[in-house]
Nanobody, 124 residues
Framework: VQLQASGGGLVQAGGSLRLACAASGRTFSSRHMGWFRQAPGKEREFVAAITWESDYTRYADSVKGRFTISRDNAKNTVFLQMNSLKPEDTAVYYC??????????????????WGQGTQVTVSS
């Protein structure tokens, strides 16, 4: 599975961005997907995850109610809609795919495939 993230940019606090992650590979629609982020000097952290059927989602407490993860298996794409952005949301955002035998996870090491990251900068 190869993943390509896009949609990052510079936005003012309170604004919105929509990230997209395009996947190649036949098993995308069978894999749970996640978004993580890494701010300068900090460890990579979980943001959101979605099951392959889109029937369950999970969010970090810091983004709950502001971010929404979704996917379109027909287009091999997963999205992260980010609203009410805050300066503390500034980070490089990565999409990732779990191993086929792994359930919906918030754990970084459960994800076997990673995109290259897209920068999100929120100005105050």
């Amino acid at each position: 599975v190869q993943l390509q993230a896009s949609g990052g940019g510079l936005v003012q606090a309170g604004g919105s961005l929509r990230l997209a992650c395009a996947a190649s590979g036949r098993t995308f629609s069978s894999r749970h997907m996640g978004w993580f982020r890494q701010a300068p000097g900090k460890e990579r952290e979980f943001v959101a995850a979605i099951t392959w059927e889109s029937d369950y989602t999970r969010y970090a407490d810091s983004v709950k109610g502001r971010f929404t993860i979704s996917r379109d298996n027909a287009k091999n794409t997963v999205f992260l809609q980010m609203n009410s952005l805050k300066p503390e949301d500034t980070a490089v955002y990565y999409c990732a795919a779990v191993r086929l035998t792994t359930g919906l996870s918030v754990v970084l090491t459960d994800y076997a495939y990673w995109g290259q990251g897209t920068q999100v900068t929120v100005s105050s």
